[in-house]
C-alpha cells in the first residue's frame, strides 16, 4: 500500500490501477471484458496525456458499441480524477466505500482509519501496511472504482467495500470533524472527534445493505 504521487495520474497508472481492482472483483470464469482489453492496451502503449485523450475520443465513436463504452467509462475516469486546486473529500459514504476497497484488495482483516478534513491514514494490522491519503488521492482511488461500478457481478462475499459504505450513511446523520475507526472482520467500531463512540455489528450491517436492495411493495412508505 505504498503512497502514490498527489499529481495527475499518468494514463499508464491510471489504466494499471483500474486494472488490478477490476480483476479484484472478477471471478475466475470471468469472461475478459473490452474494458479489460482496452485498459492492457494503454497499458502496454503507455501514451503522454494528450495521445490518451486523443485515444479515447477516438474510439468512444467507434462503431463497436463495447469498445465506445469501454473508452466511454475510462474518459469519466480520467475526468473525475484529475486534480483540482484544494480538492475537497468525497463526501463520507464514499469516502469510506473507496478505503474499504483497498482494505479488501489488501487483503486485509483488522485495520484502523482515521479521516480528518486533511484526508485518511489507513493501517492493516498484521502487514504492517500504512497508508495516508490525501483528499486528492482519496477522490483519484474513488474516480478509479466508480469506473467498475456495473462493470462485473457483485462479489458473493459481503466485503468492506460495502460494510464501510453502510457505516458511513449512518454517520452522516451526525457530522464530525474527524472519526478513527477499528476495522474487524464481526465489529466496525467508530470514534468520533466529538466523543460520540459508535459499534456497528457486520450482521447489523448486511442486514441494512439488503434491505435498501430490498424492492418495496404496494402500498410500503
Given amino acids: ?14 489504466c494499471r490501477r483500474i ?14 471484458t473490452y474494458l479489460q482489453m482496452l485498459l492492457t492496451y494503454v497499458i502496454d502503449l503507455n ?13 468512444v ?17 480520467r475526468r473525475r480524477s484529475a486534480p483540482e486546486a484544494s480538492p475537497p473529500l468525497p463526501p463520507l459514504p464514499e469516502t469510506l466505500r473507496t478505503l474499504g476497497a483497498l482494505l479488501d484488495e489488501a487483503g486485509a482483516a483488522v485495520a484502523t482509519i482515521e479521516i480528518t478534513d486533511q484526508g485518511a491514514h489507513v493501517c492493516v494490522f498484521g502487514k504492517l501496511d500504512e497508508r ?20 462485473v457481478a457483485a462479489a458473493a462475499a459481503v466485503r468492506y467495500e460495502v460494510l464501510l459504505r453502510s457505516v458511513g450513511t449512518r454517520l452522516e446523520r451526525e457530522y464530525a470533524p474527524a472519526y478513527r475507526l477499528l ?18 455489528p457486520r450482521e447489523e450491517l448486511i442486514a441494512q445493505q439488503q434491505a435498501t436492495k430490498r424492492p418495496r411493495r404496494a402500498g410500503e412508505a
Fill in 19 to 32: 486494472l488490478t481492482a477490476l480483476r479484484h472483483r472478477m471471478r475466475a470464469d470471468h469472461e475478459s
Fill in 47 to 59: 501514451p503522454t496525456n494528450e495521445e490518451f485523450g486523443a485515444l479515447l475520443a477516438r474510439y
Fill in 183 to 200: 476495522v474487524t472482520p464481526e465489529l466496525i467500531g467508530v470514534h468520533c472527534s466529538t466523543g460520540h463512540y459508535a459499534g456497528f
Fill in 1 to 14: 500500500m505504498s503512497t502514490p504521487s498527489a499529481e495527475a495520474l499518468p494514463p499508464q497508472a491510471l
Fill in 61 to 77: 465513436a467507434d462503431g463497436r458499441p463495447g469498445i465506445a463504452e469501454a473508452a466511454r467509462i475510462l474518459q469519466e475516469t
Fill in 132 to 151: 495516508t491519503l490525501s483528499p486528492l488521492e482519496v477522490q483519484q482511488e474513488s474516480s478509479t472504482r466508480v469506473a467498475l461500478r456495473g462493470q
